[in-house]
């Protein structure tokens, strides 16, 4: 195995391992958890510094792997499996988008819109069928306060400090602009 697979790997492992750490800081009081989205930062990252395959798999696994490990939270059914789509959708988006538009700062928080606001789609989606197949209904309304009036807060936490992780890791030369 080449250095930078190495190294995308030992990044994914610590993404992974930060996805589920953060959410212990908030999570304690679920309401401020679901404001801040603490598992989402280190998804969002992982897509951005790893490429979109880490970044899936990571999203994928960072609220499953935490339900199972932290007793039920998130809870498993609907809510973890919802996020798992959600967070790989991030992880995918913010690779993808990152890999193929221009490396200048305005193009991060570009990459970083898009990969949120899809998966957030994503997450709408999933939650519908999920909650459908429990017999019961999900109300646009619904999804809007879930998905951007409840999440504000943790919106604006990770479009202040992503990039601002992302220029610092750079310039660390951490990862670079062809990885």
Request: hydrophobic residues 55%; charged residues 10%.
């Amino acid at each position: 195995m080449d250095r930078t697979k190495i190294r995308k790997l030992t990044f994914a492992a610590m993404f992974l391992a930060l996805g589920i750490i953060l959410p212990y800081f908030t999570g304690q009081i679920q309401e401020i958890g679901q404001r801040l989205l603490p598992m989402h930062i280190p998804v969002l990252l992982c897509g951005f510094v790893c490429g979109w395959p880490y970044g899936l798999i990571v999203g994928f696994i960072t609220p499953l792997l935490r339900s199972l490990v932290a007793g039920g939270m998130p809870p498993l059914y609907p809510t973890a499996f919802a996020m798992a789509f959600e967070l790989a959708a991030y992880g995918a988006m913010t690779g993808i988008f990152y890999k193929i538009l221009p490396k200048k700062p305005t193009f991060i928080y570009v990459t970083l819109i898009i990969s949120m606001l899809g998966g957030r789609i994503v997450w709408g989606i999933v939650q519908a069928i999920l909650v459908g197949l429990g017999g019961s209904a999900f109300a646009w309304s619904a999804f809007v306060a879930a998905a951007f009036v409840n999440a504000l807060p943790g919106i604006i936490i990770q479009l202040i400090l992503i990039p601002v992780l992302l220029i610092a890791l750079r310039d660390a030369k951490l990862f670079g602009k062809n990885d």
